[in-house]
């Protein structure tokens, strides 16, 4: 094995805590010194290494961190639709259970309630309630056109969750 020469100035302290390993171990000053300076080198690699898996690992925990966030945003969200839903749903309900009127057509006087006139816009006996919607939109002080359009959208909406009750 070829060696090559290293010369280093170290402390009085350090240079006695040498001979002591040396003397303990029994090794000369060379093999010593080189046997001391290669497991140094090891060390100071192996902290290098864990210093490295300590980085990633806290990586690893910080995008856990944000993913834990994003599924309880996403949870918050579902829930908060999944309550929306629940109160159309509550609403639908009062709406069927709530009579609106009489069906106006000739012998049949039939109650319907607000989900027959808007959605169904028949009565339970097949009548049309459109006459009804008419007179109603022409009440003074409605704008008809605003009246029809607002009771439409009113219609598509619980007609939605009259229908997604019944799957
Ligand atoms: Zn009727």
Same mark, same amino acid.
């Given at each position: 094995?070829?060696?090559?020469?290293?010369?280093?100035r170290?402390?009085?302290?350090?240079?006695?805590a040498?001979?002591?390993y040396?003397a303990e171990?029994?090794?000369?000053?060379?093999?010593?010194?080189? $046997? &001391?300076?290669a !497991?140094?080198?090891?060390a100071? =690699?192996a902290e290098?290494?864990?210093?490295?898996?300590?980085? #990633?690992?806290a990586?690893?925990?910080?995008?856990l961190?944000?993913?834990?966030?994003?599924?309880g945003?996403?949870?918050?969200?579902?829930?908060?639709?999944?309550?929306?839903?629940?109160s159309?749903?509550t609403?639908?309900?009062?709406l069927?259970?709530a009579p609106a009127?009489?069906c106006?057509?000739?012998g049949?006087g039939?109650?319907f309630n607000a989900? $027959? &006139?808007?959605? !169904?816009r028949?009565?339970?006996? =097949?009548?049309?309630l459109?006459?009804v919607?008419?007179?109603? #939109?022409?009440?003074?002080?409605?704008n008809s056109t605003?009246?029809?359009?607002?009771?439409?959208?009113?219609?598509?909406?619980?007609?939605?969750?009259?229908?997604?009750?019944s799957v």
């Open positions: 094995m070829t060696t090559e020469a290293l010369f280093v170290i402390s009085p302290d350090l240079r006695s040498i001979d002591e040396l171990k029994g090794m000369s000053l060379g093999s010593g010194v080189a $046997d &001391l300076l !497991r140094g080198l090891e100071a =690699g290098n290494a864990i210093g490295a898996l300590e980085q #990633s690992l990586d690893a925990r910080a995008s961190r944000e993913r834990d966030e994003q599924l945003e996403a949870s918050a969200r579902v829930a908060s639709a999944e309550a929306k839903v629940e159309l749903r609403l639908a309900i009062q069927e259970g009127g009489r106006p057509a000739p049949c039939t109650s989900i $027959d &006139l808007v959605v !169904r028949q009565c339970s006996k =097949g009548h049309a459109t006459s919607l008419e007179q109603a #939109s022409h009440t003074p002080g409605l605003e009246t029809l359009i607002a009771l439409g959208a009113i219609a598509l909406l619980i007609g939605l969750v009259v229908a997604s009750r």
